[in-house]
């Protein structure tokens, strides 16, 4: 089993170097399909896992095109998705939310396909935001060029100011009790606020499913990882100016949801490298996911809230 799981690390650097260049323009499709950094990471992150399975199962896996490859089997977890959900949910009525502040405006008035089926908001977003042909859109879409047509046609005879996105219910007691913990390094006081069954992801690149996994010393990604200075094996380019320090812990409010920032020290200021999302049950904590090697997520999120931020890449050094 250690020889496979080896391998398979194996085959995910290799076929995530290749697509590396690709990273950033999947990530701004996936955002201008999802219309949230959140969704928009996670769509990429599932992309590029579906993308390396059905490359392994190709009797032919030449692609002649990697970037529009890559967009269709994101636009097809994203209408399988958008499906499921509204099985789920039904047809529920979006009632109309005022703009909070200008970021807020910004976002609405950018992204105008909010109300679009997912192959028209696909359509939309190929043609307006990366200039694609019809011909293009099509082979993406994995339909014809009259349907491409058609789908354009519908969805800008449909666009509309976009609702903003529901806030998340914060839950701040326990973020400023873990930022607390962090900060001082109270191991003991961390680990109380930690479900026994907590799941710590660093999308793209680790998991670990319970409290004495993340909590190892050796390889936990709480204790090993985080509470440690940035890794010495990451690439010299990502640590220029670093200070040697360890992190520290913020809480923040972004887009109605509490979240972590982790700030490292540099020789021209502190700057966020990292982000915590949280999810609890009974004031502990359920589940974390550090957006570590988001590069692009980062970016966004530290731009809209005016913090300065250094990236570490996408973990494939």
Same mark, same amino acid.
């Given at each position: 089993?250690?020889?496979? #799981? @080896? +391998?398979? &690390?194996?085959?995910?650097?290799?076929?995530?170097?290749?697509? =590396? /260049?690709? $990273?950033?323009?999947?990530?701004?499709?996936?955002?201008?399909?999802?219309?949230?950094?959140?969704?928009?990471?996670?769509?990429?992150?599932?992309?590029?896992?579906?993308?390396?399975?059905?490359?392994?199962?190709?009797?032919?896996?030449?692609?002649?095109?990697?970037?529009?490859?890559?967009?269709?089997?994101?636009?097809?977890?994203?209408?399988?998705?958008?499906?499921?959900?509204?099985?789920?949910?039904?047809?529920?009525?979006?009632?109309?939310?005022?703009?909070?502040?200008?970021?807020?405006?910004?976002?609405?008035?950018?992204?105008?396909?909010?109300?679009?089926?997912?192959?028209?908001?696909?359509?939309?977003?190929?043609?307006?935001?990366?200039?694609?042909?019809?011909?293009?859109?099509?082979?993406?879409?994995?339909?014809?060029?009259?349907?491409?047509? #058609? @789908? +354009?046609? &519908?969805?800008?005879?449909?666009?509309?100011?976009?609702?903003? =996105? /529901?806030? $998340?219910?914060?839950?701040?007691?326990?973020?400023?009790?873990?930022?607390?913990?962090?900060?001082?390094?109270?191991?003991?006081?961390?680990?109380?606020?930690?479900?026994?069954?907590?799941?710590?992801?660093?999308?793209?690149?680790?998991?670990?499913?319970?409290?004495?996994?993340?909590?190892?010393?050796?390889?936990?990604?709480?204790?090993?990882?985080?509470?440690?200075?940035?890794?010495?094996?990451?690439?010299?380019?990502?640590?220029?100016?670093?200070?040697?320090?360890?992190?520290?812990?913020?809480?923040?409010?972004?887009?109605?949801?509490?979240?972590?920032?982790?700030?490292?020290?540099?020789?021209?200021?502190?700057?966020?490298?990292?982000?915590?999302?949280?999810?609890?049950?009974?004031?502990?904590?359920?589940?974390?996911?550090?957006?570590?090697?988001? #590069?692009? +997520?980062?970016?966004?999120?530290?731009?809209?809230?005016?913090?300065?931020?250094?990236?570490?890449?996408?973990?494939?050094?």
């Amino acid at each position: 089993m250690d020889d496979l #799981a @080896a +391998l398979a &690390r194996d085959a995910c650097r290799r076929f995530g170097q290749s697509f =590396e /260049p690709l $990273r950033p323009e999947l990530y701004r499709y996936c955002r201008h399909l999802t219309r949230s950094p959140w969704d928009a990471e996670d769509l990429v992150q599932d992309t590029l896992a579906r993308a390396l399975v059905t490359l392994g199962t190709m009797l032919r896996p030449e692609i002649d095109a990697p970037r529009a490859w890559l967009f269709r089997v994101a636009t097809n977890l994203y209408i399988d998705r958008s499906r499921r959900a509204r099985e789920v949910l039904g047809d529920v009525p979006e009632a109309p939310v005022e703009a909070r502040d200008e970021r807020d405006a910004r976002e609405a008035a950018g992204t105008l396909i909010a109300k679009l089926s997912p192959q028209e908001r696909a359509a939309v977003v190929l043609k307006d935001a990366f200039d694609l042909e019809h011909g293009d859109i099509a082979a993406v879409l994995s339909t014809s060029v009259g349907a491409v047509k #058609a @789908a +354009l046609h &519908r969805g800008r005879s449909k666009l509309a100011d976009a609702p903003l =996105e /529901p806030a $998340r219910a914060p839950v701040p007691a326990a973020l400023d009790a873990f930022c607390r913990a962090f900060n001082a390094g109270d191991l003991a006081a961390l680990t109380a606020l930690l479900l026994e069954t907590v799941t710590v992801e660093m999308p793209g690149c680790a998991v670990d499913l319970s409290l004495a996994d993340t909590t190892d010393p050796r390889s936990g990604i709480l204790y090993h990882t985080l509470l440690s200075p940035l890794s010495a094996g990451m690439s010299a380019r990502y640590l220029e100016g670093y200070d040697g320090g360890s992190a520290r812990a913020e809480v923040v409010l972004h887009r109605g949801e509490h979240i972590v920032l982790l700030w490292y020290g540099h020789t021209e200021g502190d700057a966020v490298r990292c982000i915590i999302r949280s999810d609890t049950e009974e004031a502990r904590i359920a589940r974390l996911r550090i957006h570590y090697f988001s #590069a692009d +997520l980062l970016a966004e999120v530290c731009g809209e809230l005016g913090a300065p931020v250094r990236t570490n890449g996408y973990g494939l050094d």
